[in-house]
T-cell receptor
Framework: GENVEQHPSTLSVQEGDSAVIKCTYS??????FPWYKQELGKGPQLIID?????GEKKDQRIAVTLNKTAKHFSLHITETQPEDSAVYFC???????????????FGKGTKLSVKP | GAGVSQSPSNKVTEKGKDVELRCDPI?????LYWYRQSLGQGLEFLIY????????KSGLPSDRFSAERTGGSVSTLTIQRTQQEDSAVYLC????????????FGSGTRLTVV
């Protein structure tokens, strides 16, 4: 089955710097890759996702890149702010024809701390 | 409702007791998932319901764990004869069938077995 590895487990940056979190997946059939942000005491929230037909997607200060050949995808946060501090999870899933889906397999998470 | 609702938010139980955790998904979402998050760990898949199809139970860690979804809406996760290693946050999520917009998670139930 699918296995998702995520690095680093903790990341500390100064406000205004960039943060990069990297994930690798094992099943080449996976084609949907979301990123979730989890704040203390809350459930994870979807912040951005990418499908395997594109290599990069941006949404304001966050971007995700995908390298299908290497089975590697990354989250990039620019101009970090203290409110970006949270645990970030990557995930992978196979989406079938017509939108049928299986369950998401998650990485173990990265605790991001942004210091003012 | 506007979001995924889970109850209770916190549950403390004695070892050996049974517990039931409830999830009320977003109206119209046909897919419902249960995950377990242990301290400092990632999200471990437990079970997945999609419409009227047979659930995917491949993630349930033992036969002490079971779940049902009545009427295609509310789901209950039951843990029998709880053990200390069952202590974790149990998260429920729902999505539209296509999953195009990803999962929406509830805030979870923090289970502590003493």
């Amino acid at each position: 089955g699918e296995n998702v590895e995520q690095h680093p487990s903790t990341l500390s940056v100064q406000e205004g710097d960039s943060a990069v979190i990297k994930c690798t997946y094992s099943d080449s059939a996976s084609n949907y890759f979301p990123w979730y942000k989890q704040e203390l005491g809350k459930g994870p929230q979807l912040i951005i996702d990418i499908r395997s037909n594109v290599g990069e997607k941006k949404d304001q200060r966050i971007a995700v890149t995908l390298n299908k050949t290497a089975k590697h995808f990354s989250l990039h946060i620019t101009e970090t702010q203290p409110e970006d501090s949270a645990v970030y999870f990557c995930a992978a899933r196979i989406e079938g024809y017509g939108g049928s889906q299986g369950n998401l397999i998650f990485g173990k998470g990265t605790k991001l701390s942004v210091k003012p | 409702g506007a979001g995924v609702s889970q109850s209770p938010s916190n549950k403390v139980t004695e070892k050996g007791k049974d517990v039931e955790l409830r999830c009320d998904p977003i109206s119209g979402h046909t897919a419902l998932y249960w995950y377990r998050q242990s301290l400092g760990q990632g999200l471990e898949f437990l079970i997945y319901f999609q419409g009227n199809s047979a659930p995917d139970k491949s993630g349930l860690p033992s036969d002490r764990f079971s779940a049902e979804r009545t009427g295609g809406s509310v789901s209950t996760l039951t843990i029998q004869r709880t053990q200390q290693e069952d202590s974790a946050v149990y998260l429920c999520a729902s999505s539209q069938r296509t999953g195009r917009y990803g999962y929406t998670f509830g805030s979870g139930t923090r289970l502590t077995v003493v």
